[in-house]
């Protein structure tokens, strides 16, 4: 692409009816293609080496204890421990400018009870530190999945459920043309 389609591209995006259907960051590689197809139909599906019963997040090509290359997507425990939290005040994507226009957009990171750190979408901000959460996945607007989390005590275990708490969070497609902004 020379200099002038890109900068059509950009004049294109500024567009504000374009702007009213941003969608967020859909680029994965081939390990986060594979793991949000994986993660469709179930609460939270991990990589799980074959060799030594590693459970592995993020997707890797190959187990990152035992060096195995049989990686497996099981069905995990969605548990774990809030070890961080923070919030987005800005952002360069369309999508998440327009929601935290509206309010931060709080994101932690969780050490599964499993094994692995996660970065996620916190639904609350009043989470502290070392408080139990539960973590699933959720295929958002542009069709990959990323990590949600609610406190411990929020039952996610129905599809509806989940969806409910994406629908308070504005993530689900409906949401797309936020009102107001
Ligand atoms: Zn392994």
Not at 160 to 177: F, P, Y
Request: aromatic share 4%; proline share 6%; hydrophobic share 40%.
């Amino acid at each position: 692409m020379n200099i002038k389609d890109k900068m059509r591209k950009r004049l294109k995006l500024s567009r504000p009816s374009l702007r009213a259907r941003a969608r967020p960051p859909k680029h994965r590689s081939v390990c986060g293609s594979q793991f949000s197809a994986a993660n469709l139909p179930g609460v939270l599906q991990l990589q799980n080496c074959t060799d030594c019963g590693h459970v592995q997040y993020p997707p890797a090509e190959l187990c990152g204890a035992c060096l195995g290359g049989t990686l497996i997507y099981k069905e995990t425990a969605c548990t774990g421990t809030l070890l961080a939290q923070s919030q987005l005040h800005h952002s360069l994507w369309e999508y998440f400018k327009r929601r935290i226009k509206r309010a931060p957009w709080p994101i932690a990171s969780v050490q599964l009870d499993v094994g692995p750190v996660a970065i996620v979408h916190l639904t609350e901000l009043d989470l502290d530190t070392g408080d139990r959460v539960k973590v699933f996945s959720h295929s958002d607007a542009s069709r990959s999945v990323v990590l949600i989390a609610v406190p411990a005590a929020t039952d996610i275990t129905t599809p509806e459920l989940r969806q409910a708490v994406i629908v308070g969070m504005q993530l689900d497609k409906s949401a797309e043309r936020l009102k107001g902004v």
